[in-house]
């Protein structure tokens, strides 16, 4: 998922209950809205980026695509070969950070959806460079004006939800629009409190970042989880949806 140990601990003890979050309801819709914007015939390569238990990836590739999921987490990946097998498709697995994908093969897209890397902050990321590491090996092995489509979380609505009392008690850092909480894990030495780090974004911050890791943004949409659609974003949503090609 991303480089920070915690959320690698958070999300291999959450794997076997992901697919019971409600936001996982729409994969078949989601599925068509890529295919739509993507516009790539059956047997291309597509990179799905913190890929968690594969939803995407296991359909995508019912569809005839090439699919290769990355993620940090062991057991969200050991989800997917599970399901992969089921569906009798194949996906290519690999375990590795987000930050440099150890592969070699050339994209013709990728994906990066539901905070599936992007934006997830371990306690030592910085806070622009660990995102701007993730879009630059994405770049690194995408083919010349290959497309990508992201989902993150929506700067606007955490500037709007939280108070100055939020920004003094540090759960919300306005200059780096980053939220700080403690989330419940099952990890090996069972139930602990992880501190974690989520990143939003602000629509011109998301575009100048994509420009410095080689994409042109072509699309700024809300990018909700359950309601992904060609529509201007809204304040209060809580994703953006960015749909960018890699600059030749």
């Not at 601990?9 to 019971?20: L, Q, R, V």
């Not at 994209?107 to 890397?117: I, N, P, S, W």
């Not at 990321?125 to 630059?136: G, N, T």
């Not at 009392?165 to 419940?184: A, Q, Y």
Request: aromatic share 6%; hydrophobic share 35%; charged share 25%.
């Amino acid at each position: 998922m991303t480089s920070g140990n915690e959320w690698e601990k958070f999300f291999d003890g959450h794997a076997p209950i992901y697919m019971g979050n409600r936001f996982t309801s729409n994969t078949l819709a989601e599925v068509d809205f890529l295919l739509d914007e993507l516009k790539l015939p059956p047997g291309s390569r597509i990179l799905d980026v913190g890929c968690g238990t594969g939803r995407h990836s296991v359909e995508l590739a019912r569809r005839g695509f090439k699919m290769t999921g990355v993620d940090i987490s062991s057991q969200m990946l050991a989800e997917g070969e599970k399901t992969a097998r089921e569906a009798g498709v194949n996906v290519k697995w690999i375990c590795g950070n987000a930050t440099n994908i150890p592969t070699r093969e050339n994209y013709d897209a990728a994906v990066c959806l539901c905070e599936g890397a992007f934006g997830l902050l371990g306690t030592g990321d910085d806070p622009i460079e660990h995102d701007l590491s993730i879009l630059r090996s994405i770049s690194a092995i995408l083919k010349p004006e290959a497309r990508l489509i992201i989902t993150v979380l929506n700067g606007c609505h955490m500037i709007r939800q939280y108070s100055p009392e939020d920004v003094k008690d540090g759960k919300f850092d306005p200059t780096t629009l980053s939220e700080s909480h403690t989330i419940e894990a099952d990890t090996p030495e069972g139930k602990r409190n992880l501190p974690v780090r989520e990143r939003g974004y602000v629509p011109t911050e998301l575009i100048m970042l994509f420009r410095l890791a080689g994409f042109q943004v072509e699309h700024v949409w809300g990018g909700t989880a359950g309601n992904w659609g060609r529509r201007p974003l809204e304040l209060d949503e809580m994703e953006i949806m960015a749909v960018a090609s890699k600059i030749k």
